[in-house]
């Protein structure tokens, strides 16, 4: 019985998703951005990866934000993260990465915060 739980236990911690799964080209939803300052989108970036959500790292001359959605009644939560490239101040255009994952491989429930993130940015940056 102990192997049983002991086995269950391990297939289910195995498919958890964290910040650091979190990396650029690795899916999720883009956007290019063109006649904006790398400054206005990190600001933009900002507002959206905090909005509902947790910074939980943030590096811009990576262009790099990851965040945390809490634990709720019917999820236990999801991670997502944003990346900006090129980082350079000037560019002629830019690219938006926002990707959400569940905590779990195994939840059915949880929320997919790519539209809602992207919509913020998007406003803010008049899009």
Same mark, same amino acid.
């Given at each position: 019985m102990k192997k049983l739980i002991a086995l269950l236990l391990l297939c289910l911690s195995s498919g958890c998703a964290t910040v @650091?799964?979190?990396?650029?080209?690795?899916?999720? !939803? &883009?956007?290019?951005?063109? @006649? $904006?300052?790398?400054?206005? /989108?990190? $600001?933009?970036?900002?507002?959206?990866? !905090?909005?509902?959500?947790? /910074?939980?790292? !943030?590096?811009?001359?990576? @262009?790099t934000i990851k965040s945390e959605a809490r634990v709720g009644m019917a999820?236990? @939560?999801?991670?997502?993260?944003?990346? /900006?490239?090129? &980082?350079?101040p000037k560019a002629d255009r830019y690219t938006v990465e926002v990707q959400s994952l569940k905590r779990s491989r195994l939840q059915i429930t949880g929320q997919d915060h790519e539209p809602a993130v992207i919509a913020i940015i998007k406003a803010e940056l008049g899009l």
């Open positions: @650091g799964s979190l990396q650029p080209g690795a899916g999720g !939803s &883009t956007f290019d951005v063109t @006649g $904006k300052s790398y400054d206005e /989108i990190w $600001k933009a970036s900002v507002r959206g990866m !905090s909005s509902n959500l947790t /910074i939980v790292e !943030s590096d811009r001359a990576s @262009g999820t236990w @939560g999801e991670v997502v993260g944003l990346f /900006i490239r090129p &980082t350079v």
